[in-house]
C-alpha cells in the first residue's frame, strides 16, 4: 500500500510506502510523520494507490508513523484545498498552509483560549423583523443550497438576517461568518454573542499560533456551533457545516495580496458548492460581479430598500474645493461649521482620509527634490510619531534631513495631507475635541481597535478619524455626521476598479451616519466634483451607477464580462527587465490566444517594489479554464528567462 502524504510547504503530495503494521491506522484526513530531506515532517495522508498500480520509478520512503487514530481533517476539506491549489495556479500544500494552522505541524501544545472580550454574555431578544426582513429570511430559509445575494441599504438590518439565518438552521448544522476587518470583528462578535451565547468561535490569523489550534480544535470538535473571522475562517473545520455568510463581500481585503493569493469570498462559494449548503453574500454596494450574478440569475437577489424604522438615507453634499471658502488647510468652513455644530448638539462625528501618516511626499521647495523610498518606486510617507519617512510597501524608513540632500536648501516641506496631519491641524483648530484616531498605525496593538470602537460606543470620542477602517460596518447610533477630507485620493488610483471603490466606500462611510434617532448628514470634499461617481452617492442610487459602470466594464470587457489573471514578472535589474520583457512578448507571440486576451507585458503602475522591477502580463477570457491554460503556458514558456521571478494573481481585485 501506498499513501500519498501532502505537506504544508509549495509542493503537491508525495508518495510513501504504508508499513503493513500501522495500515489500519493511516487513514484519508489524519496526520503522519514521515521522512523528507534528511528530517522528519508531518503532513496529511490525502489519498491511496495500490503498489501495482503506482506509476513511482524511484524507490519510495516509508511513512513513519501515524500522529492521529481518527481522520484530522475531513475529505470535503480536502477537496477544497486541492480546488484551491488548482484554481490559484499555485500548489495544494500553499492551500493546505493556508487552511490549517502551522501548530498542527510542528507538535506544539494547544494553548488556552484567548479571552477577548470582558464582561458578561447577555442574552437578548430578537427583535420583530420588518417585512423586508421577513421576506428576504423566508427566502433564505426555504432552501438548504445556493446563493443568496443580500443586498440591503446601510442600516437596513442585514446582520438581523444572517442572525436569523443561523437560527433556522436545523440544530445539528454549523455557520461560517466572514467579515473584511478585524477591526469590524467587535461590533458583530457582540451580537452573536448575545443571541447565541458562547456558541461563537473567534478564529483569525491575527491570532497567536497557540490560540488559533485551541480555537481550531473547538470548530473541529464541534463545541461551538459558528466561527467569526476574516479571510481565513473560510477554512474553519466545521464538519457538519450548513451556511457560509460574507458580509461586505465585495471588499478587497477578502483577497490575500501576498503568497498564495486566495479570495475568501470566492473559496467560500466554492465551499458552498462542495458541500452543497447555502451562502449568503451581503452588502449595501454589491460588487459589479456579484451584482451582475444576481441579474442573469446566477445568484437568487434579496433586497432591502429601507432603512430600520424608514429613517432617511443621510442627506450628502459633494465640496468643490475649488470654490468653497476656507481659512484653514484640509477643511472647508463649510466641514469646520458642520463639525463645530454637530459637536454643540452632542452628536459624534466621522471623518474620513484614506491616506494614513502625516504628509504623503516631503518636497524641497527650491529644487522640487522629493523623498523616495530606495528599494520601490513611491515617495516615501512622513511619520510625525516616530518622526520618519516611512514606505508604505516595503516597511523601511529614514530621517529627514534638516537640509535639502540634492541642493542643500533649507525648504523642504510636507505636501499633501494623511491622517495623522488631519488630527493635527483639527486638534488645533477645536482643542477642547475629543478626538480620536483609526488607522493601521493605531490599530497595530491588539485590541486596540476593539478599545476605540468601546470608547466610540460610550461616547468618550467626539470625533472619530481614519482611513476607510472608519468607513465600514459598524454601528454608531450617535454619528449624525460623516465627511470625507479629501475624495481625490480614492478617486484617482490607476486603476479599472477606482469608481467602483470609491463610490462603494463612500457610499459606506454615508451609511456611517444617522442610524439612531437624528438624521445624518454627510460632506465629501473635493477637487474633481465633477467625477460622475458623486452623482450616485448623493442619490443612494446604487443602481444607478451599477447601469453606468456596466456600461463601461462591457466596452472594455473587464469583469464580470470576463476574467482575468495577472503575471506579475519581477528582476532585480532594471534593464534585464527590459530586455526579457521583449523576449517574452516574442514567446507570447506564439501561444495560441483563442478566445483569450493577452495584453503586456508591460510595466506594472508600481514599477518596482523591494528592489524589483515589476512588469506584468494580464489576460482576459471568459472561460475560467482556458484562461488558466493559457497562464499556465505562458508561465511555462517563460520560466527558463534568467532572474526572472514569476507569480500568477487569479482574479487580482487590482492591476497596480
Ligand atoms: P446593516 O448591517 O444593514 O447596516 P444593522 O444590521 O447594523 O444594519 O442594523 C442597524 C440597526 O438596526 C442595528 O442597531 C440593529 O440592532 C437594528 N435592527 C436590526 N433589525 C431590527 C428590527 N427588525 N427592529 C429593530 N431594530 C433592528
Ligand atoms: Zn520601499
Redesign the pocket.
Known sequence: MQADVLFPINAEAFTYLVPPEIEPDIKTGSRVLAPFKRQEKAGIVIGFKNAETSDSKIPLKSIIKPLDNEALISENMLKLIKWAGQYYISTSGLALKNAVPSGLFTGKKIGKPRITYSGDIKITPP????TE?SLALSEIKSVSSGVFLLH?????????VYIRAIESLPPDKEAIVLVPEIALTTQIIE?LKSRFGNKVAFYHSGLSLGERMAEWWKIRNGEVKIALGVRSAVFAPFRNLGLIIVDEEQEPSYKQFEGFRYNARDVALARTKLEGIKIILGS?TPSMESFYNSQNGKFKYLE?KKR??EKPMPEVEILDMTKEDKKTWFFSDKLLNALKDNIAEGHQSLIMLNRRGYSPFMMCSDCGYTYKCKACSITLTYHKDTKTLNCHYCGSYLIPQDVCPQCKGAKTRYMGVGTQRVEEELQGLLPELSLSRMDRDTTRKKLSHHRIVKAMEDKEIDVLLGTQMVAK?H?F?EVTLSAVISADVTLNLPDFRSSERAFQLFTQLA?RAG?GDVSGRVLIQTYEAGHYVFEYVKGHDYNGFYAKEIGLRKELSYPPFSRLIRIILSFRDKRLAESAAKEIAMKIKKIKKEGVEILGPAPAPIEKIRNHWRWHIILKGRDSKILRQKALNISEAIKDIKDIKIDIDVGPVNLM
Open positions: 427583535p420583530e423583523l420588518t426582513q440591503g441599504v446601510t442600516g437596513s438590518g442585514k446582520t438581523e451580537r449595501a432591502i430600520i424604522d460596518g454601528d447610533p451609511g442610524r
